[in-house]
């Protein structure tokens, strides 16, 4: 036996994990020291109850307590690789004193790490990884011994057609009683009924059993605006989920026989698909349909010389819209009308025009010119008011995502 590691136990007081740890090789540094039993008996007799241990106070020992309350938590989740992760009080883990008597030591951190991941590993038929784990399992021993599961999220990429008015994109917290459920929004804490987040991500939810989610759209329409076409970039994030493998085909035909909402080109994705669509979303052209409605009739030269105006592109400055300048900052953008064209007179006070624009640009308010706030404006050109009456989303671009 080392000599080193006899001075070791005359100097100090040892249990048999702290002095397996002064002795492991190379060859089993990725694994810990486990088998105890292997201690030369000079050494075995001089061991100390983990309780009694004056380098790792107890801990290595005592941290095993919460297996017991870790593998049935585990045992709801479907998970193939997997990570540990220790937090120790600040006062503990004496490295130091191995390096006095020379001994290569491994530390208390990994040796609970590998505790528990060797015992993970065994129960439950998994890999141990260091990057992209499925499930993160976090031994906490600074105050009282206990355990948190961290679950990677899942992430769906996919388009979806909006169908019909007056559906936000996200959740809206009830205006009454700022989410805590009132009677006004029948308990749900939201404004709206139904949105787009709530119907795409419930059969997803419902299949990995999760009840937390997040709705990542490339941009928004208006509340009363359509999204049709091919349909807008999203990605929805599902948290927490229990289960990670599962067909969701019944969850695409569930949402698309909603009739408020269509999805398209599901697909599993990782992270960095949110920061993509966000990051796309201010770059990516947009082609709309708005009904137009003037507050006085217009001739046929009136509506031709609007329809050339259009044939060039034209350099919006566009003041923070009054209806969202609630919760937006008072800006002045710059934005692009790249084209519009009249497709269809509905009457002689009304048209429809196709407008294709760069993103972020104001529509509404390019139509209707917001009192000045956007300059020019459809309002501007006909020399008269121009209301925007109904406003359609006919294509994003998807900026090659898919």
Known sequence: ????????????????????????????????????????????????????????????????????????????????????????????????????????????????????????????ECEIVKEDPDITVIIDLQKKTRYDIQIKSLYFLGKYQKLVRGIPQTKWPCSGCKGRGCFECENTGQQYKFTVEGIVSEPFKKLAVSNFSSFHGAGREDIDALMLGTGRPFVLEIKNPAQRSFDFTDAINSINNTGKVRVSDVRICDKSYIKLIKSSSPDASKVYHATVTLSKSANEDELNNLDMLGNQTICLKQRTPQRVSHRRADLIRDKKIFSYRIIEIIDEVSFILEIHAQGGAYIKEFISGDNGRTIPSISEFMNCEATCTALDVIKVDDKGIF
Do not use: W
């Open 1 to 124: 036996m080392n000599p080193k590691i006899n001075q070791l136990t005359d100097d100090y007081k040892c249990c048999k994990r702290c002095i397996g740890r002064g002795i492991y090789s190379e060859i089993e540094k990725n694994i810990g020291f486990t088998n105890y039993n292997e201690l030369h008996d000079s050494i075995k007799n001089k061991t100390v109850d983990h309780d009694e241990c004056e380098i790792c106070m107890g801990l290595i020992d005592n941290s095993l307590q919460v297996i017991d309350r870790l593998f049935p938590a585990l045992n709801k989740l479907e998970f193939k690789k997997f990570l540990v992760g220790v937090k120790l009080p600040g006062n503990i883990d004496n490295e130091l004193l191995y390096t006095k008597y020379g001994l290569q030591v491994l530390s208390v951190k990994q040796t609970v790490a590998n505790e528990f991941g060797i015992r993970i590993k065994d129960k439950f």
